[in-house]
T-cell receptor, first 113, second 114 residues
Framework: GQNIDQPTEMTATEGAIVQINCTYQ??????LFWYQQHAGEAPTFLSY????GLEEKGRFSSFLSRSKGYSYLLLKELQMKDSASYLC??????????????FGSGTRLLVRP | DTEVTQTPKHLVMGMTNKKSLKCEQH?????MYWYKQKAKKPPELMFV???????INESVPSRFSPECPNSSLLNLHLHALQPEDSALYLC?????????????FGDGTRLSIL
């Protein structure tokens, strides 16, 4: 079966650092995406990991350990606008080069002043 | 604003109506996707089109009928929907090439079934 777990909610303070964890057990794996979704808006792409290690993009970093089925998203210097849902999604590639995204339940992050 | 455009933004329909959701992208992407998202839940994949051919149907009821008229357009035809079909319907596209290529999402159509 497919199982992707994330914490349901997290709260952090403006200017701080927060780490959102994601563990997965899926039948296929061709990489892991992190998306941000503000209420009522489209998910927007944040990061992608396919090899083990850390990927850094400005205030956002994402880490992957394939052997442990584990990823995290690290947000630094939190801003109020970072209050959103963060979705972890495992990619399963199809034969025709399209792919399925299997989403975790998402983590709602609330940033407080 | 996103590069994937969905219309209408909101739709209210009765259970006997027939309507269509539309999705358009001009990024040259060759894979397009329909997702359903209920409140406070993640998107659930419904259909995948690759190079204008239906690639995946995630056991979606036949009252939802997808159509891909050309590489830029994706439609979702709706007929005899149920109240539980009320949700946000998201369209996404990706390049269709192998390797790293994220899916780009539209803002969605918020559908309410009376």
């Amino acid at each position: 079966g497919q199982n992707i777990d994330q914490p349901t909610e997290m709260t952090a303070t403006e200017g701080a650092i927060v780490q959102i964890n994601c563990t997965y057990q899926t039948s296929g794996f061709n990489g892991l995406f992190w998306y941000q979704q503000h209420a009522g808006e489209a998910p927007t792409f944040l990061s992608y990991n396919v090899l083990d290690g850390l990927e850094e993009k400005g205030r956002f970093s994402s880490f992957l350990s394939r052997s442990k089925g584990y990823s995290y998203l690290l947000l630094k210097e939190l801003q109020m606008k970072d209050s959103a849902s963060y979705l972890c999604a495992v990619r399963e590639e199809m034969m025709d080069s399209s792919y399925k995204l299997i989403f975790g339940s998402g983590t709602r992050l609330l940033v407080r002043p | 604003d996103t590069e994937v455009t969905q219309t209408p933004k909101h739709l209210v329909m009765g259970m006997t109506n027939k309507k269509s959701l539309k999705c358009e992208q001009h990024m040259g992407h060759r894979a397009m996707y329909w997702y359903k998202q209920k409140a406070k839940k993640p998107p659930e994949l419904m259909f995948v089109y690759s190079y204008e051919k239906l690639s995946i149907n995630e056991s979606v009821p036949s009252r939802f009928s997808p159509e891909c008229p050309n590489s830029s357009l994706l439609n979702l035809h709706l007929h005899a929907l149920q109240p539980e079909d009320s949700a946000l319907y998201l369209c996404a596209s990706s390049s269709g090439d192998r390797g790293y290529q994220p899916q780009h999402f539209g803002d969605g159509t918020r559908l309410s079934i009376l």
